[in-house]
């Protein structure tokens, strides 16, 4: 098993008040998430309605990639909070953001940018391809797979073109997406992965489980080096101080 | 001349209360920045203590590319403004950071990240080389330029990587840079550049002039497509819609 | 009118032995293109079984951006050729590579990759989406537009990440596709668009000529600066030149 | 130790032929080079005069990662040679292309590009800083070090902008290089690390070996999709094939 220290992060509000997505998730989502990565990893989960959102200082100093999932109540996540995880994304932790996190407001701050797209909810067929076959995120998968039943996204999804483009969807309906998005933030790294839904299974299925788990594997920290800011006085190489005499 | 409308911003604060800043530049950096740019675009000035800090709606509804100089004040600036200011950029408008203005809000807020660096002003010799010859701002330059006095920024420089890399900056004392990165947000385009300084007669030189002419050309709106977001409910193409019998 | 000075190329094999081609382009495709580009380019045409493949020097000399049409008889395109149209993107030159000629000799050697695909021809619709609104060859087209009968193209397109991608195609059958494509190559840019064929009439479509429009004004040389290789002895700052007293 | 299997390719001309380099690698580069990865990988040696180059179809079927190494004699390499590693490449070999190998017929075949730079042998100082501190290939590296003499390389360097810029370097005679290059090509991965020399002590380097142990890991294959291509007659979807009437 892996050393890696992975924190799976849910609003789990819906859970609790709808018994339609308590019958796909009953545990919740993250319980789910949890689940198929527990053989790899060393995996805990935090929720928003814990205190600090169950992202402690400690909690994030502990935590190697955190995962994301939010979809009703973005806005009741705290900014103070927000910035926590940001600074630890920057020292290097590692971001994984799910489906309709990608209007969290740490993957909108990550990005510079609105992340906004189309949607439309009627459970038509997605088509996902490798796109960048020698990616480390593409272990073990097909050319293409298909979640039977998704929630469309559609483009332009506004985002900055990613580092690494590894997943693009296809939906009956007639639109596309870029549904596997590469970034190196500070020193850290986020992926967004399109796929995932309350009440369709898509959490249940093999291709998607390989996906995240991979993800995490590329997103942990690689003890890079410590990057230092600010004044530096002093130059490397020797240099006269140049002063301005028509002053 | 082109009818690309530009307004250069500056928080014009240490040139009024510094002599040194002022000997350089009497009626501010924005004033210097404009007087070249007079030539060929249409170009206005606004500055931090106007009214809206001079970025009113109508402002900045009638600017296509907005120029962006700040080093001490970063702080004064009102978040509201920053918001508005990034609106636009999500609408199209160009953006042209210059020098300190790495940290300036607006910056860190397009770019999701620290956008930190290290810095020394011993006025050493700076030498920028183009490194994409075929990119519409490289036009007009030499493989190289150098400016003979400026101050330091050295890498790390905690940005995304730039959709692309114009310049790169080597430094007497011993360090390099990434000096012009290119990037889209939204439906605009940002263009960082790293040269300028209050005291030194950077602004005055000719290629800073020709690189900043060159990436107002390059940053202004394209008329490409009104970019809409949202819920559509109804598909492009025919399908039935799912319902989940088990459920 | 713009001073641009565009050559069509087309292999023009097709049309001389398929009726059913010469019904849609009784003047070869490179006339068609032609056609639309002239109200703004200075366009001139050449062809496969002109001496030099009607690309001599000279007219290489004098061409600012190529386009390239071919697709059964890539394999009789001579090296030499090849090899002088590639000298010519380095030093510059734009090259837009359309549908099958993703396959030329030209387009593999400056991918440096296979370029291979998966295709149909059933005449399946196409839909073509701006992936990012803010890049000079998105001007003036609608957020999506249709071909309505198209050879498909599929992933996984075996070429490397572009340096930044404007479109991607949705196709009836199921597939997707990376069909604008922009990359740096030495001094030049090259464009790889990829709707066109020879029996359906993409190149009369408004859509489709303002994309190429767009492209031959993005590909155009910016007289950035000459660019210099090989040895220089002396360094620009002083050194110490160093000798191995060990040895 | 990682089951990932190695070839370190030499021409291992200059060591016969020139007692200074001979001095500083008796057995060849590619044996220095073989030493300090055999710890932690499967390590084979392969160099120019035999058979085959060393590259027979069995040898690279069997390699994971090839380290190519090559100055004097890029033009004695066989096409066909060159045809069989970019085949592999494309198939998902690594492939780590050191210093002088910029000018190898694969580096350039995968390239696009003429891969020319400026050069310079006084033994100057090189400072390598790593621009992506997140990227695998930073790991167990300070912010930057030092090769204290190195032949100097210098921009423009004619190649695609990488991936993933790792490292930069700044010269002591006033130049900068791109010197750690991430590429994705095929179903490969490519770097290009330029540091290393025939005569300089540059691969006895306790922070050089390491960025070539990382390189390794990160080229290695990754057991993605088997990618197929041609013709697919059939949609994956429902499609009415259309004909044209009017012809």
């Known amino acids: 098993m892996s050393s890696i220290r ?11 008040i ?11 989502i993250h319980t789910a998430i949890a689940s198929f990565l527990k053989g790899n990893f060393d ?6 309605d814990e205190p600090e959102h169950g992202l402690t200082d400690e909690v994030l100093a502990n935590t190697d990639v955190l995962i994301w999932w939010g979809h009703m109540a973005h806005g009741d996540v705290k900014d103070e909070i927000v910035d926590r995880v940001y600074a630890r994304v920057m020292e290097g932790m590692g971001l994984i953001v799910l489906h309709s ?3 969290s407001k740490i993957f909108r701050k990550l990005m510079g940018s609105t992340c906004n797209l189309k949607w439309r909810e009627i ?16 272990k073990g998968l097909p050319e293409y797979f298909e979640v039977p039943h998704a929630e469309m996204y ?16 296809w939906f009956q309906g007639g639109e596309l997406f870029r549904s596997g998005c590469c970034y190196h933030r500070g020193a850290g790294k986020v992926f967004y992965f399109r796929p995932g839904h309350e009440t369709y299974k898509v959490f249940y299925q093999k291709e998607i489980q390989t996906v ?9 920290p690689v003890a890079g080096p410590t990057v230092t800011f600010g004044h530096r006085p002093e130059p490397i190489e020797d240099v006269t101080p140049y002063e301005d005499k028509s002053a």
């Open 123 to 138: 459970g038509e067929k997605e088509r996902i391809y490798v796109i960048e076959p020698g990616h480390p995120i593409a």
């Open 154 to 169: 559609g483009e332009r999804f506004d985002i900055p073109a990613p580092d690494t483009q590894v997943f693009l969807s």
């Open 43 to 48: 995996v805990k989960t935090a929720t928003l």
């Open 212 to 220: 995240i788990t991979n993800a995490v594997r590329w997103a942990a």
């Open 18 to 28: 709808d018994e339609k997505v308590r019958a796909v998730y009953p545990d919740g």
């Open 6 to 16: 992975v924190t799976v992060w849910n609003e789990f509000r819906h859970e609790k």
């Open 101 to 103: 996190a990608h209007f």
